[in-house]
């Protein structure tokens, strides 16, 4: 059975920094585009950074570029979202999705309908 599970979210003060991690079983990562996307209340779930395995190449939404990394470790099939200056506008649910991949890692990441495989999510709230 295919799953996703996330890890990682927390409370934080701004400025802080949060890692998020995603491991998956019952398939391998390497022939998947990975990506994490967020959602805040009354908000759509948007893209936050994506990656594809087979050539390593990322993307990052404008709003996080510069202050989150994407990263993989195949052997723990798991990835990672480093996360740092966090700012209050950066709460929301995170969440871990796998899909088929296609295109440029660009071209995936800016729809979570591109994604077939989600898990189930965790909460990141930065707040003093």
């Known amino acids: 059975q295919l799953q996703l599970v996330e890890s990682g979210g927390g409370l934080v003060p701004p400025g802080a920094t949060l890692r998020l991690s995603c491991t998956a079983s019952?398939?391998?990562?390497?022939?998947?585009?990975i990506g994490w996307f967020r959602q805040a209340p009354g908000k759509e779930r948007e893209g936050v950074s994506c990656i594809r395995s087979s050539d390593g190449s990322t993307y990052y939404g404008d709003s996080v570029k510069g202050r989150f990394t994407i990263s993989r470790d195949n052997a723990k099939n798991t990835i990672y979202l480093h996360m740092t200056s966090l700012k209050p506008e950066d709460t929301a649910v995170y969440y871990c999705a796998a899909g088929s991949p296609f295109g440029t890692v660009q071209n995936m990441c800016v729809s979570y309908r591109n994604f077939d495989y989600w898990g189930q999510g965790t909460q990141v709230t930065v707040s003093a």
């Open positions: 019952g398939f391998t990562m390497d022939y998947y585009g």
